[in-house]
């Protein structure tokens, strides 16, 4: 059957948006003390119920999830070199940078397309002082062997969690995991502040450091103690995360039922390979993602990405080109295609297709038809 194109633009995924009515009410009460921003009671009560609901001893609000990160190596005085992953957001990366230091590209698992925990070891200099792993599309990294290779070196450990809202790995909450976590709060993720992040960890003593950190350094109005940066989140931002908050569940389970309907609709096509459900694992359901096999599928990830668009779908290639392929890293040496052969591969063949809580069943029913009769051409 022939599909015709959607009336309106699918997009990779589309913000949960709550009811108005309930989001004024709220900003009411900001209204009402006059206090905007710096500390006040919308971001005290996110803080605290972000902290129970991921289940994790502190928790820092930011602005957004590029400035928690780059307070987050601040915070954990990070120098020299560290080693990441290319496959992922620029963000990850430029915070490297940012703190002027030297991103090691090390290549990713096949399956997970994390961090390849068994290639870190071989790409540990004198100069290397942490590891940046990335939960990618949520799904975490092997934390177990990092932290083994981080313990044995005196690395520090920290994690790009910005897909992994509420992942679980077996019952504890994924910010427990290394020395510290970022969660992204932007409005593509499944919770959100329209803008806005945080920092995860379980050292007391950094949560001083951190909050510090994002307030300029200020601890008084006469003592400045470290150079901060602004990285506050706003009562209006708080605001909002607080009503999104109350409806993160049920986009979950509707996000789970997409998905499943993805699963079955796509389920043992030549050339397409979804991602494994992994057992043990809370879910974020953050995107949905699919590896298409040009040789086994006949078309290439391209292709379909191009076709998908006249039907009025647009996906994303997250993540593609990979982050050692931008102008400002493809000099370094770990970014040669030699040091990263997986990576490179599977940047030529993710494809990430929409999903969020509002679409529908039926429209994911034809988004897989209009692949599965690209692949009958
Ligand atoms: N680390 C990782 C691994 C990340 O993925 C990200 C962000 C970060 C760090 C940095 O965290 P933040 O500093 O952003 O907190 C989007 C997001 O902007 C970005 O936050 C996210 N990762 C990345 C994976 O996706 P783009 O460039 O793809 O966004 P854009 O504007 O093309 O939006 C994608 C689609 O979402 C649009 O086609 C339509 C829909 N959309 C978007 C927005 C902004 C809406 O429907 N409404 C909206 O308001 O980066």
């Known amino acids: 059957m022939t599909q015709t194109p959607f009336s309106k633009p699918i997009y990779v995924t589309r913000p949960l948006l709550p009811s108005l009515d309930n989001l004024n009410k709220r900003l009411v009460e900001v209204w009402d003390k006059q206090w905007l921003t710096n500390n006040g009671t919308q971001h005290q009560e996110l803080e605290k119920k972000l902290q129970e609901l991921l289940k994790v001893p502190y928790l820092s609000l930011f602005n957004n999830g590029t400035i928690a990160l780059i307070v987050g190596c601040q915070s954990l005085r990070l120098s020299g070199e560290v080693i990441t992953t290319p496959f992922t957001f620029p963000a990850t990366t430029h915070i490297l940078t940012w703190n002027n230091i030297k991103p090691i590209f090390c290549d990713i698992d096949p399956v997970t397309m994390n ?129 999104v908050l109350e409806h993160v569940e049920q986009e979950r389970h509707n996000r789970h039922q997409i998905i499943k309907t993805y699963r079955k609709c796509l389920n043992n096509i030549p050339g397409i390979t979804l991602l494994p459900e992994i057992s043990d694992i809370v879910s974020s359901y953050q995107y949905f993602v699919i590896r298409i096999d040009a040789e086994f599928f006949g078309f290439s990830r391209d292709y379909i990405y191009e076709e998908f668009k006249k039907y009025n779908v647009f996906t994303r290639k997250y993540f593609y080109p990979l982050c050692s392929d931008y102008a400002c890293y493809k000099h370094l040496p770990s970014s040669s295609l030699a040091n990263l052969p997986i990576a490179h591969q599977i940047s030529q063949q993710v494809l990430s297709l929409p999903l969020y809580g509002s679409l529908r069943v039926e429209e994911v029913e034809i988004i897989c038809e209009i692949l599965v009769n690209i692949g009958r051409r």
Request: aromatic share 6%; net charge negative; glycine share 12%.
């Open 115 to 243: 961090i390849d925990a068994d290639k870190i070891e071989s790409m540990i200099t004198p100069q290397t002082t942490g590891i940046l792993g990335v939960h990618v599309y949520g799904t975490p990294c092997n934390v177990l062997k990092i932290q083994e290779i981080a313990d044995r070196y005196g690395l520090k450990v920290i994690y790009d969690a910005a897909h992994a809202f509420g992942v679980e790995i077996d019952g504890v909450g994924i910010g427990n995991f290394g020395d510290l976590s970022m969660m992204s709060f932007h409005a593509t993720k499944l919770f959100h502040t329209a803008e806005g992040g945080a920092l995860l960890f379980k050292d007391k003593n950094l949560k001083e450091r951190v909050d510090l950190l994002k307030n300029f350094g200020i601890k008084n109005e006469e003592e400045v103690m470290m150079p901060g940066i602004n990285g506050k989140m706003n009562e209006i931002q708080a605001a909002l995360g607080l009503v």
